[in-house]
């Protein structure tokens, strides 16, 4: 009778020979043999003899087979399909996207493989050319040779504009730069949280999406759209800033809201013609907007720049710009006009971010390059720079 089984376990019991077995608990004065085998073909026998009762014993069944055994796929499974591996996944982020894709049977079946392999912390993010319904170990093995990884990545370099990286993107997806952006016209519905868009300064709030396309080599997914890319490029940003606590200290240690500070940043990006002196240009550009420069505004003809490319025209060196483009009342981004410009002019790196987060004390207001390798002389006084632009010139540099 089923009544009379017992599938409880008990404590050991001492053989006549000081042993431990471990048994059934005695029932009728008898005791089973026992072991983990022997308990589980319990199981069994009891399940299939309460198969009579309807199914939902099978479905007991199952649910104490996947306790015992992992649930996986055999072999190296059949058809193809793709699965993205996004950005900062974990193993255990691997298994859901695998999981919901039916490459593998069970997420525990894919880090248990993964486990066991010690080259599997080589996994990188990117778009994987699978097969469904493989075992675990299979699809760590397949993902661990590159050629089964979709290759179509782009690097996108520091301080390039909006527009140019659109034409960039276009260039290697073949998607049309207005349909860049069109996605480009609402930041916020790109990622970029609305509370980015506030100043300290006073001055109107101008939303683009300029500053959060953060460089980097990306790998575009198949079937990617414009919207979908750019939603990369900010969410790399978020989490990049994230890490380094960039809102949180600019405010903090700046006064500044974070806004302004990616603007100093784009600045430093484009000035600074070394990375060592980063923080000392995102300096200088908080000192004549915030500071004691005598127009309160940033004289930088990189702004000029700007402006001269949002407006379909070619960009100059300062030698090349005449009166009217440096004093354009038109201009927003005007090098005169008081204050800090509405927007930031590119897309600054972690460098120049955090020379704009973490900027060295000084009270510079000017700056030239002074060598071929780009490094700059900076100076308080005019008179400083005046010498320093001396030391430029014997160098051949201006």
Same mark, same amino acid.
Request: with cysteine.
């Given at each position: 009778? *089923?009544?009379?089984?017992?599938?409880?376990?008990? $404590?050991?019991?001492?053989?006549?020979?000081?042993?431990?077995?471990?048994?059934?608990?005695?029932?009728?004065?008898?005791?089973?043999?026992?072991?983990?085998?022997? /308990?589980?073909?319990?199981?069994?026998?009891?399940?299939?003899?309460?198969?009579?009762?309807?199914?939902?014993?099978?479905?007991?069944?199952?649910?104490?087979?996947?306790?015992?055994?992992?649930?996986?796929?055999?072999?190296?499974?059949?058809?193809?399909?793709?699965? @993205?591996?996004?950005?900062?996944?974990?193993?255990?982020?691997? !298994?859901?996207?695998? &999981?919901?894709?039916?490459?593998?049977?069970?997420?525990?079946?894919?880090? @248990?493989?993964?486990?066991?392999?010690?080259?599997? #912390?080589?996994?990188?993010?990117?778009?994987?050319?699978?097969?469904?319904?493989?075992?675990?170990?299979?699809?760590?093995? !397949?993902?661990?040779?590159?050629?089964?990884?979709?290759?179509?990545?782009?690097?996108?370099?520091?301080?390039?504009?909006?527009?140019?990286?659109?034409?960039?993107?276009?260039?290697?997806?073949?998607?049309?730069? #207005?349909? +860049?952006?069109?996605? %480009?016209?609402?930041?916020?519905?790109?990622?970029?949280?609305?509370?980015?868009?506030?100043?300290?300064?006073? #001055?109107?709030?101008?939303?683009?999406?300029?500053?959060?396309?953060?460089?980097?080599?990306? @790998?575009?997914?198949?079937?990617? /759209?414009?919207?979908?890319?750019?939603?990369?490029?900010?969410?790399? +940003?978020?989490? &990049?800033? =994230? @890490?380094?606590?960039? !809102?949180?200290?600019? =405010?903090?240690?700046?006064?500044?809201?974070?806004?302004?500070?990616?603007?100093? !940043?784009?600045?430093?990006?484009?000035? %600074?013609?070394?990375?060592?002196?980063?923080?000392?240009?995102?300096?200088?550009?908080?000192?004549?907007?915030?500071?004691?420069?005598?127009?309160?505004?940033?004289?930088?003809?990189?702004?000029?720049?700007?402006?001269?490319?949002?407006?379909?025209?070619?960009?100059?060196?300062?030698?090349?710009?005449? %009166?009217? $483009?440096?004093?354009?009342?038109?201009?927003?981004?005007?090098?005169?006009?008081?204050?800090?410009?509405? /927007?930031?002019?590119?897309?600054?790196?972690?460098?120049?971010? $955090?020379?704009?987060?973490?900027?060295?004390?000084?009270?510079?207001?000017? +700056? &030239? %390059? *002074?060598?071929?390798?780009?490094?700059?002389?900076?100076?308080?006084?005019?008179?400083?720079? =005046?010498?320093?632009?001396?030391?430029?010139?014997?160098?051949?540099?201006?």
């Amino acid at each position: 009778m *089923i009544d009379d089984l017992d599938l409880g376990f008990d $404590e050991p019991e001492r053989g006549e020979k000081g042993r431990h077995r471990r048994g059934f608990r005695k029932r009728n004065g008898k005791s089973g043999g026992g072991g983990r085998g022997k /308990t589980f073909l319990a199981l069994l026998m009891a399940l299939v003899l309460l198969g009579g009762i309807g199914g939902g014993a099978f479905y007991g069944f199952d649910r104490i087979q996947n306790y015992f055994v992992t649930p996986d796929y055999d072999g190296a499974g059949s058809g193809e399909i793709t699965v @993205e591996i996004k950005n900062g996944a974990l193993i255990a982020d691997m !298994a859901d996207a695998l &999981v919901a894709a039916d490459v593998v049977k069970s997420q525990k079946a894919f880090i @248990e493989a993964a486990e066991a392999n010690s080259r599997s #912390k080589n996994i990188q993010p990117g778009t994987y050319k699978l097969r469904k319904q493989m075992s675990g170990e299979s699809a760590v093995t !397949a993902m661990l040779d590159l050629k089964n990884k979709i290759v179509n990545g782009l690097t996108i370099p520091e301080g390039r504009t909006a527009k140019n990286i659109y034409k960039l993107l276009s260039d290697k997806t073949k998607i049309p730069v #207005k349909e +860049f952006e069109a996605a %480009a016209k609402d930041p916020e519905a790109l990622g970029v949280p609305d509370w980015w868009f506030t100043r300290e300064d006073g #001055k109107k709030v101008v939303k683009s999406v300029e500053g959060f396309l953060y460089p980097d080599t990306y @790998e575009i997914p198949p079937k990617a /759209t414009a919207e979908s890319i750019l939603k990369l490029m900010v969410d790399n +940003f978020l989490t &990049v800033t =994230q @890490e380094m606590k960039f !809102a949180d200290r600019v =405010q903090k240690e700046r006064k500044v809201s974070p806004y302004e500070a990616l603007i100093v !940043a784009s600045l430093a990006q484009a000035e %600074a013609g070394n990375k060592d002196d980063l923080g000392k240009v995102a300096r200088v550009a908080y000192n004549r907007a915030y500071g004691e420069f005598p127009c309160n505004c940033l004289e930088m003809d990189v702004t000029v720049n700007y402006y001269l490319e949002s407006i379909g025209k070619p960009t100059k060196s300062s030698k090349q710009m005449t %009166a009217a $483009e440096l004093d354009d009342p038109k201009n927003p981004y005007n090098r005169k006009l008081p204050g800090m410009i509405p /927007t930031p002019i590119n897309n600054p790196g972690k460098q120049a971010l $955090e020379g704009a987060m973490a900027t060295p004390t000084g009270k510079w207001l000017y +700056f &030239v %390059a *002074i060598d071929k390798e780009g490094h700059s002389e900076f100076a308080e006084t005019y008179e400083q720079h =005046q010498r320093n632009e001396a030391k430029a010139r014997e160098a051949g540099i201006i």
